[in-house]
């Protein structure tokens, strides 16, 4: 599943990322036997777009999907936002824990975890901004204290790098490719490239 906005570069990862996916749920056996693809996994792909655009939260449309599904698993892309101006853009963080997606940006909606959707959850991202006040730390080599945050005055203000689009794109095709890889195990990427 891609989160995110796909009308906003440093937020179009999961979306991005979801139409790199290889979708086969909907290939009947009979079918896959025809074409010697015997071994092809079922994979469902779906990217529920935000609230602001759809008016549904993004946790009600997978726990509906979930409950009429029955997925093993459920694998969520999001764009992250960096703690560190160093891992922007630079770093990939996986965790089973769950997402509660906008967290980082102080938006945060309702939790996608193994407790609220009842299968495991897998989190996929990377971060594309950094906040205001994290950028004028680390440019301003602050201490942990957080002196100059009470001066910066930016706490509603998010930064991304100006290769943004480039970040995002390589990123999306990253996570694709990882991702087709470890649903699909017995096939080769070429042959995952040219299912798609």
Not at 7 to 13: E, G, H, M
Not at 150 to 179: N, Y
């Amino acid at each position: 599943m891609g989160l995110g906005n796909e009308d906003i570069t440093p937020d179009a990862l999961g979306p991005k990322t979801a139409s790199g996916v290889l979708a086969t749920r909907h290939i009947d056996e009979q079918l896959k036997r025809s074409a010697g693809l015997e071994q092809l996994n079922p994979v469902a792909v779906i990217t529920p777009g935000v609230l602001g655009k759809t008016g549904i939260e993004s946790a009600e449309t997978v726990k509906s999907i979930v409950r009429r599904i029955e997925p093993a698993c459920v694998i969520v892309v999001d764009a992250f936002a960096a703690r560190e101006l160093s891992r922007l853009g630079c770093t990939v963080q996986i965790t089973d824990a769950g997402i509660s997606p906008g967290s980082g940006v102080g938006n945060s909606r309702k939790e996608l975890s193994k407790g609220s959707l009842g299968v495991p959850v897998i989190s996929i991202g990377v971060p594309t901004v950094v906040d205001a006040v994290t950028l004028a730390a680390d440019i301003l080599d602050c201490d942990d204290e957080g002196e100059c945050k009470k001066t910066v005055g930016a706490d509603d203000m998010f930064v991304t790098p100006r290769e943004i689009d480039s970040l995002v794109d390589t990123a999306a095709k990253l996570l694709s490719v990882s991702i087709n890889r470890a649903l699909q195990p017995d096939f080769t990427g070429e042959e995952i490239e040219l299912l798609l």
